[in-house]
């Protein structure tokens, strides 16, 4: 099965900036429509970005829209996101989220998780 692994979170003051990593193994990541969610704790886990396969759909959460850029490297089986402008609400556990056969949508059926990585916006 896929294997997913986060990286890139940290301790960052608001305003500042962070690039998300995540390296998937073990399936065919370039087919994968792949997904960015996040947990705050009290909160359920939420849609943040998705990008399909091909790179050409892109899916943004109204609350990081503007703020926030997602795109693969599918040589590297890798995507990422990257985070501007950050505000203290961004503060949670960010997890990447593979859909074998989707559109990258916060709809779509996310069956293989990443451990999480922790983003905390110091205000």
């Known amino acids: 099965q896929v294997q997913l692994v986060e990286s890139g979170g940290g301790l960052v003051q608001s305003g500042g900036s962070l690039r998300l990593s995540c390296a998937a193994s073990?399936?065919?990541?370039?087919?994968?429509?792949m997904g960015w969610f996040r947990q705050a704790p009290g909160r359920e886990r939420e849609f943040v970005a998705g990008?399909?396969?091909?790179?050409?759909?892109?899916y943004y959460a109204d609350s990081v829209k503007g703020r926030a850029t997602i795109y693969r490297d599918n040589a590297k089986n890798t995507v990422y996101l990257q985070m501007n402008s950050l505000k203290h609400e961004d503060t949670a556990v960010y997890y990447c989220?593979?859909?074998?056969?989707?559109?990258?949508?916060?709809?779509?059926?996310?069956?293989?998780w990443g451990q999480g990585t922790q983003v905390t916006v110091s205000s």
């Open positions: 989220a593979a859909d074998p056969d989707g559109l990258g949508s916060g709809a779509g059926a996310y069956d293989h």
């Open positions: 073990g399936g065919t990541f370039s087919s994968y429509a």
């Open positions: 990008i399909k396969w091909t790179g050409k759909r892109l």
